[in-house]
């Protein structure tokens, strides 16, 4: 009977995530569709990049920014945050005039490093730029980019465009793994709800155009200085400001490789904890939902007999096509849906290794710093 009950709640719940989550899984909301028609006079811009020992990637992400053919006017401010392996320099040898370099103060006490960063490049832009392009040092655009997104927030009169960059997926590791982290991502916040104007708020790091008075109406970068997921907290904080959109897409691309389970279990515990407000309650709680929702059905559906194995196969078939639009986003194979289950068994330990990481002071850790620590 127990088993009966576990099988019907977990084919519950994927019914529910399947026809009453925002369509999260259909991936429809895309920079490529529903594109809007040009403005009549380009706004300013000032992208703001903070970067710490990102000599890898640094020459790519600045050089992508450097090649925008936006029509109006356009600089980059990159935030060196204490680098030690070249990254401003060779940022400056790109030679390019619309790139400033500057070197960064230290981290100031109650601050992550990154909103430190980006927080000091706002202040150096001014109050000139009606748009402010924050984006990742190993994120690298289209020539595009900055005109479909300026295009998008002035049409809609959005106080935010976001775009999920889209990830690496070309060792094994991140061909398991990446697909499903922006699967989850949706789940948790779906871009049909975000991009409402009475939804949630969410946004994706990587690509971020805020309007800068709507920034500075909502208490500016300060407001959120000790955000471990800053993306999602500025998205919460600019919604009460007016509407924001967040969709998927295949013109910025991150090229920082995750080329071993070790390096993306690193990217997931870094702020799984910090998802959860750092709550064993919350923890607990997750794991449990976790196993019911992803464990319960193979294992119903391989050892369970009568309706709970037949509710089992159900639920396992159901997660295995709510995965596959992202899977095809990504050109991964479609068998990986049947695995999904061990996928999410990966995770569910990278965040108990989150949890354990931040119990030690070593929580939210990036470049040497435990960023979880500050404040907490």
């Known amino acids: 009977m127990i088993w009966t009950v576990v099988a019907g709640l977990s084919l519950a719940i994927w019914l529910v995530l399947i026809f009453a989550r925002h369509g999260f899984w259909l991936t429809r909301e895309r920079d490529t569709r529903d594109i809007p028609v040009d403005p009549t006079q ?26 925008q053919d936006y029509p109006g006017r ?12 070249g990254t401003a320099d060779i940022a400056r040898g790109l030679g390019s005039d619309r790139v400033a370099v500057v070197r960064g103060l230290p981290l100031a006490p109650g601050w992550t490093g990154k909103l430190w960063a980006v927080s000091q490049g706002i202040e150096r832009a001014g109050s000139a730029p009606t748009w402010l392009w924050l984006t990742d040092a190993d994120i690298e655009h289209a020539p595009d980019t900055l005109r479909t997104l300026v295009a998008r927030g002035e049409a809609s009169g959005l106080v935010l465009v976001s775009l999920m960059a889209k990830l690496r997926a070309d060792s094994f590791a991140e061909r ?49 200085r ?11 904080l600019l919604k009460q400001q007016g509407c924001i959109w967040l969709g998927l897409t295949d013109r910025s691309r991150s090229i920082r490789p995750y080329d071993g389970f070790g390096a993306v279990a690193a990217m997931i515990s870094r702020s799984a904890y910090a998802q ?45 096509i709510a995965f596959q639009p992202m899977l095809a986003f990504y050109r991964r194979s479609p068998l990986w849906g049947i ?38």
């Not at 000790?226 to 919460?236: F, H, K, Q, R």
């Open 42 to 67: 380009w706004p300013d811009v000032v992208a703001v990049v903070p970067a710490r020992d990102e000599a890898d990637v640094i020459a790519r992400s600045i050089g992508s920014l450097a090649a």
């Open 74 to 85: 356009f600089r980059i401010i990159l935030m060196d945050d204490s680098s030690s392996d």
């Open 176 to 224: 398991m793994l990446i697909p499903a982290f922006v699967f989850f991502f949706q789940m948790l916040y779906p871009f049909g709800l975000v991009n409402r104007p009475t939804g949630q708020g969410g946004a994706a790091g990587g690509c971020m155009l805020v309007r800068s008075k709507a920034l500075e109406a909502a208490g500016g970068i300060a407001a959120i």
């Open 226 to 236: 000790d955000a471990l997921i800053d993306d999602c907290t500025l998205g919460a």
């Open 276 to 320: 959860l407000r750092y709550s064993p309650l919350l923890l607990a709680g997750t794991l449990l939902g976790l196993a019911l929702v992803y464990a319960a059905p193979p294992l119903l559906a391989l050892c369970g007999h009568g309706p709970a194995r037949f509710a089992g196969i159900a639920a396992w078939g159901l997660m295995a």
């Open 339 to 376: 695995v999904l289950p061990l996928i999410a068994a990966f995770y569910a330990g990278c965040t108990l290794l989150s949890a354990w990481q931040h119990m030690r002071g070593r929580g939210g850790m990036w470049k040497g710093r435990a960023q979880a620590a500050a404040g907490r």
